[in-house]
């Protein structure tokens, strides 16, 4: 079946760095990947649509300049979160769609991000 | 309007029960819908999904579709205490590329 790769599992980072989650369709070529984010307690928000060759498009409220989204490859995109502050500390889950518009997303692993 | 809700609390039943879960969406051109089970800390993994008016049956899960009513259920039937998860009703709105998803349901499985 459908896999979703994302490294790393968790980060800690200092406060002012920046930090790059990687996201990798196996065996698939995913043209368009997702970002979400999770706070604890809350739902799955949709940060931003990775789209492969072509810039993201970004859900309202998500700055595009501090969350640097790229999609290079069929297989791989990356989420970039610039000068980390506590603030951004979260669960970031990348997803990719194996098939039509109206299948399902799998999701990869996540990321646990904590800014000290 | 929320895209999508899931308004109940905690639910807690006892191991063999079934769990009820409910979900309404706002968008009429909803086509797909999906259940995602999320265990704490983990990412969400797919149980079900239906595309049409009525039951979906997969082993102990029941997805059941009304899109007159625009609600999307899920009945899980002898619940075991490994079904103790939040469970997350996804939508597409507009039958567009996204997903959005309801906060979530959280289920207990009382041994």
């Known amino acids: 079946g459908a896999v979703v790769s994302q490294h790393p599992s968790r980060v800690i980072c200092k406060s002012g760095t920046s930090v790059k989650i990687e996201c990798r369709s196996l065996d698939f070529q995913a043209t368009t990947m997702f970002w979400y984010r999770q706070f604890p307690k809350q739902s799955l928000m949709l940060m931003a649509t990775?789209?492969?060759?072509?810039?993201?498009?970004?859900e309202q409220g998500v700055e595009k300049d501090k969350f640097l989204i790229n999609h290079a490859s069929l297989t791989l995109s990356t989420l970039t979160v610039t000068s980390a502050h506590p603030e951004d500390s979260s669960f970031y889950i990348c997803?990719?769609?194996?098939?039509?518009?109206?299948?399902?997303?799998?999701f990869g692993n996540g990321t646990r991000l904590t800014v000290t | 309007q929320k895209e999508v809700e899931q308004n109940s609390g905690p639910l807690s039943v006892p191991e063999g029960a079934i769990a009820s879960l409910n979900c309404t969406y706002s968008?009429?051109?909803?086509?797909?819908f999906f259940w995602y089970r999320q265990y704490s800390g983990k990412s969400p993994e797919l149980i079900m999904f239906i595309y049409s008016n009525g039951d979906k049956e997969d082993g102990r899960f029941t997805a059941q579709l009304n899109k007159a009513s625009q609600y999307v259920s899920l009945l899980i039937r002898d619940s075991q205490p490994s079904d103790s998860a939040t469970y997350l009703c996804a939508v597409n709105p507009g039958g567009n590329n996204r997903l959005a998803f309801g906060k979530g349901n959280q289920v207990v499985v009382i041994p």
């Open positions: 990775s789209n492969e060759g072509s810039k993201a498009t970004y």
């Open positions: 968008d009429r051109g909803s086509q797909s």
């Open positions: 997803s990719a769609r194996w098939g039509p518009l109206n299948s399902p997303l799998h």
